[in-house]
T-cell receptor, first 112, second 107 residues
Framework: ETGVTQTPRHLVMGMTNKKSLKCEQH?????MYWYKQSAKKPLELMFV???????ENNSVPSRFSPECPNSSHLFLHLHTLQPEDSALYLC???????????FGSGTRLTVV | GIQVEQSPPDLILQEGANSTLRCNFS?????LQWFHQNPWGQLINLFY???GTKQNGRLSATTVATERYSLLYISSSQTTDSGVYFC?????????FGTGTRLQVFP
């Protein structure tokens, strides 16, 4: 374990479902991130939260809705997704101004 | 925004060989990291190296910030080194990834 825990590890959902991905960090970091990794594409930054405030929304469709209730927890709420949203979703945390980003193990999402 | 290019895109080695992976970036950076992504998707942090040289076992990395590139050296490669190696840089409080180098090491 890296200190960043993501659940679930795998998720299969229908296009009409609503589900949530969870990320928790135990490192005392003040920033958290969601990244998306699709097949054959580089990792794409989706959202940035700094001290619980969203500071970046990288043109992500509204069917993805992030929530950061405190600096240790980050959620990604999913609704009415499309098959092309199937991907590996990775959470990361960092202490801005300090050393490095730490990633969780990811949630592999399949939309059917 | 900042551009990150990695080369080569693919690399096939026999066990025991050495290799060098390169990362070029288009602007000055506060942070540069090398990651190894294993077959299960986990991104393992190898080095935090915005400048200078670091070594960890068979791996070492060098970043020449003034010339905007970084190199990752793998010596005496093993089959467990297989996977995708990513370089990622940060200059505006967000980490931007290169497209990766896919390494396959055969026995």
């Amino acid at each position: 374990e890296t200190g960043v825990t993501q659940t679930p590890r795998h998720l299969v959902m229908g296009m009409t479902n609503k589900k949530s991905l969870k990320c928790e960090q135990h490192l005392g970091h003040n920033a958290m991130y969601w990244y998306k990794q699709s097949a054959k594409k580089p990792l794409e930054l989706m959202f940035v939260y700094n001290f619980k405030e969203q500071t970046e929304n990288n043109s992500v469709p509204s069917r993805f809705s992030p929530e950061c209730p405190n600096s240790s927890h980050l959620f990604l709420h999913l609704h009415t997704l499309q098959p092309e949203d199937s991907a590996l979703y990775l959470c990361a945390s960092s202490q801005q101004g300090s050393e490095g980003y730490t990633f969780g193990s990811g949630t592999r999402l399949t939309v059917v | 925004g900042i551009q990150v290019e990695q080369s080569p895109p693919d690399l096939i080695l026999q066990e025991g060989a050495n290799s060098t992976l390169r990362c070029n970036f288009s602007d000055s950076v506060n942070n540069l990291q090398w990651f190894h992504q294993n077959p299960w998707g986990q991104l393992i942090n190898l080095f935090y190296i915005p400048s200078g040289t670091k070594q960890n076992g068979r791996l070492s990395a060098t970043t020449v910030a003034t010339e905007r590139y970084s190199l990752l050296y793998i010596s005496s490669s093993q089959t467990t080194d297989s996977g995708v190696y990513f370089c990622a840089v940060d200059n505006t409080d967000k980490l931007i990834f290169g497209t990766g180098t896919r390494l396959q090491v055969f026995p």
